[in-house]
Structure formats: C-alpha cells, structure tokens
C-alpha cells in the first residue's frame, strides 16, 4: 500500500511538473504557430496559384511558378547576391564578434561600458541606422568620401558603384550584427572552467596556445549556435538593401537580395504567387545550408 502511495504521488508531482512546462512554453509555441508555421504552409499554397485582381481569385497555375523562377535570370542573381552576402557577413561577423568577446572577458575597465556600447547597433532600428549609413557613404558629402579628400583621394561611389555596392551593404550588416554574437560568445566564454586555464600557465602556456587549445574548442557549442543564426539571418537580408538600393540604381541587378526580390514581386508588382514561390526557394536554401551544418557540427564541435 505504501508503495502504491508513493508511486500515486510520484505521478502526480510528474504530471504537474509536466503541465507547468507546457504551460510555460506555451506562448512560444503559440507564436511560432501563428508567426511562422502558419505562414509558411499559407505561402507554399499561395505559389501555385496566380493572384487574381485586388488579391482575390487566385487563379490556379501548378508548377507554372516554379518553371518562371527556374527561367528568371534576375531570381539567380538575387540567389548569387544573398549567399555571396552570407559569406561576406557571417565569417568577419563571427571573427570579429570572437576577438571582442575574448578581450571584453578580461578583467579591463569599464568592460560593462564596452559591452553595452557593442551591442547597441542590435537593438537600433534598421531604417535610422541605413540613413545614417546612406549619409556616410554619399558621394558629394558623406564622411567617408570627406576623409578620402583629406589625403588628397578622389570620391568613390560607395552605393552606386555595381563593384563596390554589396561590400558596402556587408560593412553595414556586420556592424549591426557584431554586438549580438559578441555577447553570446561572451556567455560561452564565461562557462569556460578557470581550472584550464590555470593548469595551461602551470604548463608554461602562452595567451595565443590558450586560445587554440582551450578557449576556442570548449566555445564551439556557442559558436555553432552564433553559425548557424548568423546564416539563417544573413540570407534573409532585406531592410538595409532595400534602404539603399532602389530598381533604378545601376548597383541593383548586383546588389538584390532573394527577400528584396519577394518584395517587389508581391506588393510592387502584385504577383504574390509568384513572390511566395521566390520564398519558398529562399527557405529551401536555409534548409539544405543548416542540414550540412548540423551534419559538419560532428567533426568540430566538443561538447563538454
């Protein structure tokens, strides 16, 4: 009897144990329902159909969405210029954010400052930091081009320029992202046991051997996690392209982005089938990127 007592409480405690978590996280499922699932199954329905006049009627077309965008030259140019955006951002994103995270993690002062400092361009909204980026970089009497005077250099077109454009729009990509990954990284750094490091300087261990050996493979974790994130956001770039760029810059066809493109397709040009299709080829590459990514992670990443 004593037994069938305990176990009965036991169930209970579980049960109730189990209701609390699902009721804790159950606003973020919710809003990822409403948010994310729900339109993503609207926008695949959507590309197999031509929207109708005033958005209503869509008329069925199957495929014809699908064998369009295989076609449409401008598709894989914006395809082209998200995932080259992607390798320019991410790997000088992360590298950067890595070597902050390291100096802020020593005992300096007013490190709580520079933290601060470093993450504020994440939590700034995106079209007031493009227009102070637009001002710099403007030809006749941007900062940039006013310190190129200085040292008797000629202007560069720094927005317009189909050379010069994307790098520019990375620049302003990296400076918004640096903060955020700098403080995640920061938090995998600080679950690095002391105990290590202290070992490494009985060893004689210099500062730099301490970084490859101990630092950055018991990061790894963090730093997948920072990868992974960073891709996903990298490749749906949008607000500061849209910001800069307009369809009549000649920098366009070598600056459009997959999202750029999705906008113009749906609520410029009216053709939401068409857009949704041009998503659902955005998502299908996140997908097979973060799928290699998961697959890679077994070869460098150490869980402790």
């Known amino acids: 009897m004593q037994s069938q007592a305990v176990k009965r409480t036991s169930g209970k405690k579980a049960w109730k144990e189990w209701a609390w978590g699902w009721f804790f996280i159950a606003p973020t499922i919710v809003g990822l329902v409403v948010l994310n699932l729900i339109p993503m199954a609207q926008s695949a329905y959507l590309s197999f159909f031509k929207s109708g006049d005033f958005g209503r009627n869509n008329i ?24 080259l955006y992607a390798a320019i951002v991410v790997p000088v994103s992360i590298a950067l954010a890595m070597l902050i995270a390291v100096l802020l993690n020593q005992k300096i002062a007013g490190r709580s400052a520079y933290r601060t400092i470093y993450f ?7 079209a007031a930091v493009t227009m102070v980026w637009r001002w710099m970089y403007n030809q006749q009497f941007g900062l940039f081009n006013y310190v ?14 189909p050379r010069l454009a994307l790098v ?17 990284l920061l938090a995998g750094l600080q679950e690095i046991p002391k105990d290590y490091y202290e070992a490494s300087d009985i060893d004689g261990a210099g500062r730099i051997r301490q970084f490859f050996v ?15 994130t960073s891709v996903i956001q990298a490749m749906q770039v949008f607000d500061v392209i849209f910001m800069m760029i307009d369809v009549t810059n000649p920098a366009y ?3 459009v982005s997959l999202v750029y493109l999705f906008y113009n397709s749906s609520f410029k ?8 299709a041009i998503v659902m080829l955005l998502l299908a590459l996140i997908m097979i990127i973060t799928f290699f990514q998961m697959k890679a992670q077994k070869r460098w990443v150490h869980y402790q």
């Open 60 to 83: 069925y077309v199957g495929l014809d969405n699908y064998r369009k965008l295989v076609q449409d030259a401008q598709v894989w140019h914006a395809v082209a210029n998200t995932l």
């Open 120 to 126: 504020i361009p994440m939590i700034a909204a995106p």
């Open 148 to 161: 190129l005077s200085k040292f008797g250099l000629p202007p560069v077109d720094w927005i317009s320029n």
């Open 168 to 184: 520019s729009i990375a620049v302003i990509g990296i400076w918004s992202v640096v903060g955020y990954n700098m403080v995640l």
């Open 214 to 228: 101990i630092t950055l493979p018991l990061v790894t974790p963090t730093l997948f996690f920072v990868v992974v």
């Open 253 to 255: 066809d070598h600056t």
């Open 269 to 276: 040009y009216m053709d939401r089938g068409y857009g949704s």
